[in-house]
């Protein structure tokens, strides 16, 4: 199984990592090409590098980002999880999982695109 994980905001998908108040996480049988089971858990504080910590404890193998800073990116590639980021928000969670797994999800691949939420990407950037 692979373990995918999206953050959320108010149960749609937060094209800012770091300003998830959830993350949306579903099990996928990836020869079946097929949605498995789905929860929703609060992740801690947002500090650095408690976002990715927390993430590779949840099991995950894959996450599906907006807009993440460098140093969050590398945390999370280091402990193996995939990073998927530039996907624009808005959008149902489900809808973006279904449409990675099957090989149609549009992502630009631009780790920190929020240059005024983020105040500076490498100092803030390891959600």
């Known amino acids: 199984m692979l373990k995918i994980a999206v953050p959320t905001v108010g149960g749609l998908f937060s094209a800012h990592f770091g ?6 996480i579903f099990e996928v049988d990836e020869q079946a090409h097929r949605i498995v089971s789905s929860t929703s858990a609060a ?12 993430l ?5 193998h894959v996450v599906l980002a907006g807009g993440m800073g460098p140093r969050a990116v590398t945390m999370l590639e280091d402990f193996g999880v995939q990073v998927v980021v530039g996907i624009q928000g808005g959008a149902e969670p489900e809808a973006l999982v279904k449409s990675f797994i099957e090989g149609h999800l549009v992502a630009s691949g631009q780790s920190c695109h929020d240059q005024g939420f983020h105040h500076d990407c490498d100092q803030h950037g390891a959600s």
């Open 56 to 60: 590779k404890e949840q099991g995950c």
């Open 43 to 54: 992740p801690p504080p947002h500090e650095q590098g408690s976002f990715p910590a927390w």
């Open 19 to 24: 300003g998830a108040d959830r993350f949306a």
